[in-house]
C-alpha cells in the first residue's frame, strides 16, 4: 500500500480511490490504517469506497 501511494505521489495524484467488498474485513482494516476515508458503501452494502491521500504526510483526504 505503501509503495503504491508513493508512486502515485511521486505522478503528482493527490489521491485516489479504492474499492473493496463490504464483507472483507482485511482490506477495510488495510485501509484505515493507510488513512482511507470511507466516502460510501453502494446501495446493496456490498461495496466501500475510500480515498487515500498519496502525500507523505497522509493528511486526510478532501473532498472536490
Known sequence: MEVMLSEAYMLQIPRILAVCEADNLGSI???????????????????????????????SPGRD
Open 29 to 59: 482494516r488495510t485501509l484505515e490504517a493507510a488513512g482511507g476515508v470511507l466516502e460510501q458503501s453502494d446501495g446493496d452494502g456490498r461495496v466501500c469506497r475510500y480515498w487515500l491521500s498519496t502525500s507523505p504526510t497522509r493528511e
